[in-house]
T-cell receptor, first 118, second 111 residues
Framework: GAVVSQHPSRVICKSGTSVKIECRSL??????MFWYRQFPKQSLMLMAT?????????EQGVEKDKFLINHASLTLSTLTVTSAHPEDSSFYIC??????????????FGEGSRLTVL | EDQVTQSPEALRLQEGESSSLNCSYT??????LFWYRQDPGKGPEFLFT???AGEEKEKERLKATLTKKESFLHITAPKPEDSATYLC????????????FGAGTRLAVHP
């Protein structure tokens, strides 16, 4: 299957600092990428949809000023958690869709990034 | 409201003991039902996509089926390495490729 890479896999930061997580599609171009958040023993909750060359679309309840998303190219999307606080500690996962028409194509996920805010 | 419900929440099997996991959904205009496997601390690994009722797909010991209201993931003669959380997700018309995930079934296979 298609390969999606996330970096870093683990990050620990102090409260108040900002953290950037990268998501790359390694062997395909992704016009759309998705960012999810997962709490322990819970399922994935969609945070936002990242579109190459345009603003991200955020789900209800997700603070766009806190979770900055940039989709700079067809293979790279970044999520920046600004002024992180302990409650932002979570497992963040990105996914990318392989090419296809509307409502088609497979969605592949990155390995996830574990953020711990002290 | 669009919703995906998985059952059971957790399942413990003996090696070789076949079973099925359930995913029921209520969405308007299904555009694909996905099964993923997730190991602890890892991202979901794609297993199957089903698009229409009656469709079936197989991969090694796993077989996924789909009806108009639910999907089953059948595990035949499981091995300890099949232990993982199995996630079901649906894509729906007007959802712009977003997936709605179920809470998952945590499967533990013991030798």
């Amino acid at each position: 299957g298609a390969v999606v890479s996330q970096h870093p896999s683990r990050v620990i930061c102090k409260s108040g600092t900002s953290v950037k997580i990268e998501c790359r599609s390694l062997d395909f171009q992704a016009t759309t990428m998705f960012w999810y958040r997962q709490f322990p023993k819970q399922s994935l909750m969609l945070m936002a949809t990242s579109n190459e060359g345009s603003k991200a679309t955020y789900e209800q309840g997700v603070e766009k000023d806190k979770f900055l998303i940039n989709h700079a190219s067809l293979t790279l999307s970044t999520l920046t958690v600004t002024s992180a606080h302990p409650e932002d500690s979570s497992f963040y996962i990105c996914s990318a869709r392989t090419s296809g028409g509307a409502d088609t194509g497979e969605l592949f996920f990155g390995e996830g990034s574990r953020l711990t805010v002290l | 409201e669009d919703q995906v419900t998985q059952s059971p929440e957790a399942l413990r099997l003996q090696e070789g003991e076949s079973s099925s996991l359930n995913c029921s959904y209520t969405v308007s205009g299904l555009r694909g039902l996905f099964w993923y496997r997730q190991d602890p601390g890892k991202g979901p690994e794609f297993l199957f996509t089903l698009y229409s009722a009656g469709e079936e797909k197989e991969k090694e010991r796993l077989k996924a089926t789909l009806t108009k209201k639910e999907s089953f993931l059948h595990i035949t003669a499981p091995k300890p390495e099949d232990s993982a959380t199995y996630l079901c997700a649906v894509r729906f018309s007007g959802g712009y490729n977003k997936l709605i995930f179920g809470a998952g079934t945590r499967l533990a296979v013991h030798p």
